[in-house]
């Protein structure tokens, strides 16, 4: 005789059997704490044509507060790698307001390979100019 029960016992079974299987370590995402990391002292570098030489101030920003000592253990590669940048730079061009944003947007897309070449992972969100000075 067979349990009233068991075929709905069975079909959930099956049902489960089919149904994929979330891993909560895939789905879980680290809780954004957003950190900010300032490169001190002031970048200042010399420029080619139009003004001659730039000092700006730059804040790092992470939605990884955690992974901030990461970030301060490699700011001197990170400040080589601006100033690299910088020093290629028209000073004409970065007068004005455009120049400014295809800087910073150069500056970051620099920062975050130079982290991901040396923690394989970018870390760096985001970067700002806190101070911008051409002469």
């Known amino acids: 005789m067979m349990h009233r029960g068991l075929p709905a016992l069975i079909l959930a079974l099956v049902c489960a059997a089919f ?11 680290p809780p954004i704490e957003i950190g900010y990391y300032a490169l001190k002292p002031s970048i200042v570098s ?9 000092r700006c101030d730059i804040q790092l920003m992470t939605q990884h507060a955690v992974e901030m ?35 910073r947007k150069a500056a970051l897309a ?5 982290l991901q070449e040396m923690t394989g992972e970018p870390l760096v969100d985001d970067l700002y100019f806190t101070a911008y000075y051409v002469k």
């Open 19 to 29: 149904t994929p299987v979330m891993n909560a370590a895939d789905d879980e995402q």
């Open 46 to 54: 010399n420029l080619s044509g139009g003004p001659k030489y730039i």
């Open 69 to 103: 000592p990461k970030i301060e253990l490699h700011a001197p590669a990170l400040r080589h790698q601006i100033l690299m940048l910088i020093a290629g730079q028209d000073g004409r061009q970065l007068l004005s307001r455009e120049g400014k944003e295809n800087l």
């Open 110 to 114: 620099a920062v975050r390979d130079q």
